[in-house]
């Protein structure tokens, strides 16, 4: 498979995955005509578009690609129906086309039914989870966005992280802020402005990297909690995630 990352909007990505017969499916469009420029420059076919939810920067491009492609089958959750999703699926569901066949994840949080589709070792997680980060909870809860987040942190070390923004350099200053004596935070923060100084790409990013910089993913570390100002031994996790989003929203 050759996974193809197509810039959009001012940060948004777009994602393509390509098997070895040049069919690709089409993560979140956020706009159609890079991905259709993409098509034609590669010589795609392409089988299927994924929805990881219903905000714009995720759906406005299915409107431009069907233009074009009219019989694609467009995947999403129920809150994508208006978006224009023909095939709905929900948690445990799978999305089988010729080499691609996709776990649907139930992601709740960012929004109410938001979903995410693994297949090893891709996973397309829209706003779940970001390198170094989370998405903000716009629809759902602080219990179902970390219950969200357990989920892909169950899933294997080698998993891509194929989100849907370049967040990763003000989700480390924030962590770094919230840490700043965490060495592999400093240096991953190190590496990533360089990177965006030559305005490179940070994701994806390996579930085993996001476990050592992301500390959505370290609720339970103590010496986390303690910069947090927790005092109360074995805190409840959720709690930690909480107030971790919470100063993150106001960061």
């Not at 010589?43 to 990881?52: E, F, G, K, S």
């Not at 019989?71 to 709905?88: D, I, M």
């Not at 970390?146 to 924030?174: G, M, R, V, W």
């Amino acid at each position: 498979m050759e996974l193809v990352r197509v810039p959009a909007l001012n940060d948004n990505y777009i994602w393509i995955l390509v098997d070895n017969q040049h069919q690709c499916i089409i993560v979140d469009p956020a706009e159609a005509e890079p991905v259709l420029e993409i098509i034609n420059l590669k010589q795609l076919t392409p089988v299927a578009i994924l929805l990881t939810h219903h905000h714009n920067d995720h759906t406005d491009g299915v409107k431009g690609i069907l233009n074009s492609y009219p019989k694609l089958p467009v995947f999403g959750s129920k809150e994508t129906r208006s978006k224009g999703a023909t095939e709905l699926v929900n948690e445990g569901d799978s999305v089988v086309i010729n080499q691609f066949n996709f776990k649907v994840i139930a992601l709740p949080g960012h929004t109410s039914e938001h979903i995410g589709f693994y297949q090893a070792p891709y996973l397309f997680c829209g706003d779940t989870l970001f390198s170094a980060g989370c998405g903000r909870i716009f629809e759902g809860t602080p219990e179902q966005m970390f219950q969200s987040i357990q989920k892909i942190a169950a899933l294997p070390d080698e998993t891509l992280i194929c989100c849907a923004h370049e967040y990763t350099l003000s989700n480390l200053n924030f962590a770094h802020h919230i840490w700043p004596e965490n060495t592999a935070i400093l240096q991953y923060l190190e590496k990533v402005t360089a990177a965006r100084d030559k305005q490179q790409p940070t994701v994806p990013s390996l579930l085993k990297n996001e476990r050592n910089i992301n500390i959505f993913l370290q609720c339970g570390n103590p010496e986390l909690q303690h910069k947090l100002n927790i005092s109360i031994p074995n805190p409840p996790l959720r709690a930690v995630f909480t107030l971790l989003r919470q100063l993150k929203d106001q960061y």
